[in-house]
């Protein structure tokens, strides 16, 4: 009892109420508050479970209708090709339905087949049992279809039966609808001849020049998108269903028919017509709703979600647009009743409230029981807190005889140690890269300053140990806990075995060091064409042959991307870094299989020496990150120490990028041109357009400086776009100014960016149409890497530019990713082989059969021929032997400004002779040789 100063008697609170009271009222507050919580929570859990499934259910069935639905179109592209291959010829019926036999073995179609403007017919349909029959309609007897049976080979076994021709195939919306449009399309939802089918076709018009051959077609059954739609099913009550813009059914996941059957006819079913009550109510809605906004059906053109209520429950709806570039234009429904997540959703609230309350009663009990043991307990507790504030992780709390305080006090000591490994691996994972396990920037920085900290106080003290008041970092992860470089990677010595190498003590007391930056070669080509997944684990196998090839003591670091840094801490000599640079270039070397893929690298490598003169870890750093780039301009797959005179390159480096951003505007940038000759003739026939530079301090800047600037920077797109439309202008004007340019091409460079620009062919057009030249002129000169990547999108925008009329030619043939079979998949008119083929020709024969082989393939692919390089008459005479057909080079003219190509052409005689004469002596009198 407290006595106050006043005498008055002041009566304690027992500890006992003052833990156990607002103890029970916070629980029971907590109760309350938790039922509120659990009911609201609840219903925003079904709004989102909802809103996921409805995004993620219309994203799967439009992933699964793009990989369906373009398995026709592909049959189709697959049949044009080889038809314009002459690998199928449709003259021939038999092989076609055998070639479509075979076919139908490989792809799950319903039928392919193919009708001429002769009403010849040839076709192989699936039956329901899986068997194949070949229906076929000869030119001499149109009104006929012969249906033969097949053995196991595709051959016809037996004729099964003969049936009446209705109509003209000519009639018949697959093959009508492809020869209107001149183009690949899908047609209309349509009824077989003979079943109560719907089926949808891919057609694809086969031309020979202007006149139509006839329409390859593939159907698909649209039964098998219900099925999918049936076996893809949400919840128990969810309905998915798709329809056209019109409202018509095409499939749903109740396996409804989408149509009914009136007299033998198959009637299409819309939406609002449904059997499935869900359906049709759902259809009734979206067109109710629609109305109200002035909108039907065919304005959907987003992603759009939806609520209604359906006999008391809510029914979450999203319509998702989907179409394709052939014609396709379907909405994706999806539709989830409310009910299918409450029912659980109220299980779970009535348990959480009943634990809370169950809880509740057990809490005040064990209050009242251990308030009294509690007190002493958090004592002792506040006091091991404040030892772990102060960072004392061993700190313990005793365990008490009680045997809920002694859960406490374990669980309080679990905390203590999960404290612990909490923050060692935060501190382990705030210096690491997570893919690698490597060091990241910020740790390898760290280290990098202990060694240049430790290089110049050797330099000052001539001792190799740093004063005992300089202590080396130590991150606390290092402390009893491996580092990703050491936690099971194998690791190795370049110079020698592990702990002894190359110098033995000599190399401990040394502190000397280098900084290797290390950059991979056609990285990005993996990511691109397998994917950023097998991208990482290609990363993941060059860290473990990285660490193969450098010492235990060494550190590796990767900075991002496909960037890694290496420190080699100590060395001798300069040689140690050059050695262990050397073995990594050989270990890359060596394949690496990525997801059943054999994938070849190499890397560039930079080194900056402890003596190379910089002064921070930023500076090192920079220093091997310049000679990393001088090492990938000598050709990739090598290594560069860096030297003063490289930063200083680079420094004029930025310096050209910077003028070169302001080149265009201030007119400094010109297009030169050199002739193209007609080996049989001598003739000109025609010139390729090249960029020139003309700085106002430096003169003329070559472009073996200027334009890999251009590449790296991006301004690469507008001088090749300014190039372009120069080039087409002067073309018109020589063409309007000279006879002899009537026929003449004009040849221009078409960089990787210009070509994987969205709005290439609208570019192009627009360029020709402002110039007024005939796209029959141009010719686009492209690099052989272009076609090592975006296979169908290249292949797509190239056919686009020979049907519109645009020539097409493959650059320096043969130095890079040469591969036949491009020739064949790709519409390519020339190819240039480069001059380093063409340098040797006429001295001793070398090169000669590589240049043969390259000619003998391009005429049997229908390809012309252009030599790049040709400087003597012997080189000349050569190619004219092999039947070359066009030639260019500094024996008859180097690249000169546009007003010398006029006075040639000015002066230009009708006698080759004569003309080979005026180019000799333009070459001889203009050509700076750049």
């Not at 076919?103 to 799950?108: A, H, L, N, V």
Request: hydrophobic letters at 40%.
């Amino acid at each position: 009892m407290y006595v106050s100063p006043k005498g008055h008697h002041t009566r304690k609170v027992s500890l006992h109420l003052i833990l156990v009271i607002p103890f029970a009222l916070q629980i029971f507050a907590a109760v309350g508050l938790t039922g509120w919580v659990s009911l609201r929570n609840g219903q925003k859990a079904v709004n989102e479970l909802a809103d996921r499934l409805r995004l993620e259910s219309g994203d799967r069935i439009a992933s699964h209708l793009d990989c369906y639905l373009a398995v026709p179109q592909q049959i189709n592209q697959a049949n044009a090709d080889a038809i314009e291959l002459g690998l199928l010829d449709l003259r021939d019926l038999r092989t076609t339905g055998r070639f479509f036999w075979k076919q139908m073995q490989i792809f799950d179609v319903g039928y392919i087949n193919f009708a001429s403007p002769q009403e010849e017919f040839i076709g192989v349909e699936r039956l329901d049992n899986g068997n194949l029959l070949i229906n076929e309609t000869t030119r001499s007897n149109t009104a006929i279809m012969s249906v033969y049976e097949t053995d196991g080979q595709g051959n016809r076994s037996r004729l099964q039966s003969t049936e009446m021709v209705n109509e003209p195939v000519q009639l018949e919306a697959w093959y009508a609808e492809a020869a209107k449009a001149r183009h690949p399309v899908w047609s209309k939802i349509y009824q077989w001849d003979d079943k109560p089918i719907l089926s949808i076709s891919s057609s694809y018009p086969i031309y020979e020049g202007t006149r139509l051959v006839g329409v390859i077609g593939v159907d698909l059954i649209l039964s098998q998108i219900g099925t999918f739609l049936h076996d893809f099913k949400l919840s128990p009550a969810s309905q998915t269903f798709i329809l056209e813009r019109d409202g018509l059914l095409v499939a749903s996941s109740d396996l409804e028919k989408p149509f009914k059957l009136v007299k033998g006819e198959a009637q299409r079913l819309k939406a609002t017509e449904s059997s499935q009550p869900l359906v049709q109510a759902t259809s009734q809605y979206l067109n109710q709703h629609l109305s109200l906004l002035n909108r039907d059906l065919s304005q959907i053109t987003t992603r759009q979600q939806f609520q209604f209520d359906l006999n008391g429950t809510r029914q979450f709806v999203q319509v998702t647009p989907w179409s394709d570039r052939s014609g396709l234009d379907w909405l994706i429904v999806v539709v989830v009743p409310e009910s299918d997540f409450m029912e659980v959703i109220n299980a779970n609230t009535r348990t959480t409230i009943l634990l809370c309350l169950a809880s509740l009663a057990i809490a005040t009990l064990i209050g009242m029981m251990t308030s009294r043991l509690l007190v002493k307990q958090i004592l002792h507790m506040i006091e091991a807190a404040e030892a772990l504030s102060q960072g004392n992780w061993q700190q313990m709390v005793s365990e008490p005889q009680s045997h809920e305080l002694a859960l406490l006090a374990k669980a309080f000591n679990r905390m203590a140690g999960h404290l612990q490994t909490s923050f060692t691996q935060l501190e382990h994972n705030a210096h690491h890269d997570a893919l690698t396990g490597l060091l990241n920037p910020t740790a390898f920085k760290v280290r990098l300053e202990e060694a240049i900290a430790r290089y110049d106080y050797q330099a000052v003290t001539g001792n190799a140990q740093l004063a005992s008041d300089q202590p080396l970092y130590q991150p606390p992860y290092q402390q009893g806990q491996q580092t990703g470089r050491q936690a099971g990677y194998p690791t190795g010595s370049l110079m020698g075995s592990k702990g002894s190498s190359k110098g033995g003590s000599d190399i401990a007391e040394s502190c000397q060091f280098a900084v290797l930056f290390l950059d991979l070669d056609y990285f990005k080509l993996v990511n691109d064409s397998l994917g950023h997944l097998a991208g990482d684990q290609l990363l993941i196998a060059v860290t473990k042959r990285l660490i193969n090839c450098t010492r235990t003591y060494d550190l590796l670091a990767r900075f991002g991307g496909d960037e890694f840094m290496i420190l080699l801490n100590p060395i001798t000599t300069s040689a140690d870094a050059a050695q262990v640079a050397e073995r990594i270039l050989q270990e890359l070397q060596y394949p690496f299989t990525v997801d059943g893929n054999e994938v070849f690298i190499s890397t560039s490598i930079g080194i900056a020496l402890s003596n190379s003169g910089a002064e921070n870890p930023e500076a090192y750093l920079r220093n091997a990150d310049i000679a990393m780039y001088h090492a990938k301009a000598k050709g990739k797959a090598g290594y560069e120490i860096f030297n003063a005179q490289m930063h200083t390159e680079a420094v004029k480096r930025l310096q050209l990028e910077t003028d070169l951003r302001w080149a265009l505007e201030r007119q400094e940038l010109e297009v030169y041109y050199q002739p193209i000759l007609d080996v049989p003739t001598q003739k000109i026939a025609g010139f390729e357009a090249l960029l020139r530079w003309h700085h106002p301090t430096l003169g003329m800047v070559s472009p073996v400086e200027f334009i890999p600037i251009a590449e790296d920077t991006g301004l690469i797109i507008t001088l090749g776009w300014w190039a372009l439309r120069q080039a087409c202008q002067q073309m018109k004007i020589w063409q309007q100014q000279y006879e002899s340019c009537q026929t003449m091409v004009i040849n221009v460079n078409l960089s990787c960016k210009q070509f994987l620009q969205s709005d290439l062919l609208e570019q192009i057009d627009c360029i020709l149409s402002e110039t007024d030249l005939q796209p029959q002129y141009l010719k686009l000169e492209i690099t052989e890497s272009l076609f090592m990547s975006h296979t169908e999108a290249t292949r797509f925008k190239l056919r686009r530019l020979r049907n519109h009329g645009v020539n097409l030619s493959i650059d320096d043939f043969g130095t890079g990713y040469s591969s036949l079979s491009y020739l064949q998949r790709f519409p390519i008119n020339t190819l240039k082989i480069d001059r380093s083929f063409i340098t040797h020709l006429g001295t001793g024969g070398e090169n000669s059969a590589i240049v043969e082989a390259i000619m003998v393939l391009a005429h049997k692919l229908g390809i012309s021929v252009v030599a790049e390089g040709v400087e003597t008459v012997e080189q000349l005479d050569y190619l004219q032997a092999i039947g070359c057909e066009q030639a260019q080079g500094y024996l008859f003219s180097c690249p000169v400004a546009a007003h010398k190509i006029a006075e040639l052409l000015s002066s230009e005689s009708v006698h080759s002779s004569i003309q080979a004469r005026s180019l000799h002596r333009l070459s001889s009198e203009h050509c700076d040789r750049r």
